[in-house]
């Protein structure tokens, strides 16, 4: 377990940071960090899409709320500049970088803002069937009056509005929790074309 720790210990002692050039040309393949495929026995990430909130807890122990004091290790091993992520909930690409290596905070800030700052376009929701973009307004009704000055109970006494603006975080619905990263090549040359040792999916789940 120690050689564990001090494996995925925060900071530069652990060989190069790979740029992408590099990492294309070497064709390294890269191990993720156990938090990023729940495979950390002392620590299982909660990260919420939504607010941003992260910690986690020991599944050996459920009941005390753990800080991510991890957030500064290396996503990957060897490192690199950038990590390029899909998942299968949505259509977008989120790009992770970082010129000093990658890490578990990077990874979550960048989500994070990635669906929370951007909107969804009209094009974006004219693509998706009634029903799913109906969904989607009353996700962001929702959200939107549990931030904070916002009228909680006003959503459940009158319809979702039609003029609403859709973060791309509301095309989630309600699978808004970090569930962890996997390589799938076949997914990701289905969604970019190509595949690649540094794109990985999100699973995401309720």
Known sequence: MADQVGK???GPSYGPVLSTT???LLNSELQLNPVLTNQNKAFHLVF???TGQTGGFNPDAQNRDLPFACKDEPATLPRVEELILITEYSPWCTIVSNKKGVTLG???STIWKDYTD???TDAELASLPPRLQEQMRRTAAHNQANQPGGNGWNMYYSPAPTSIRLKRVDWLRERVYFEGLSRKDSYAVSRLGYKAPNIFVIGLSS
Do not use: R
């Open 8 to 10: 995925w210990s925060a």
């Open 22 to 24: 590099d990492l294309y």
């Open 48 to 50: 919420n899409l939504s």
């Open 106 to 108: 990077d990874i979550c």
């Open 118 to 120: 951007n909107m969804v």
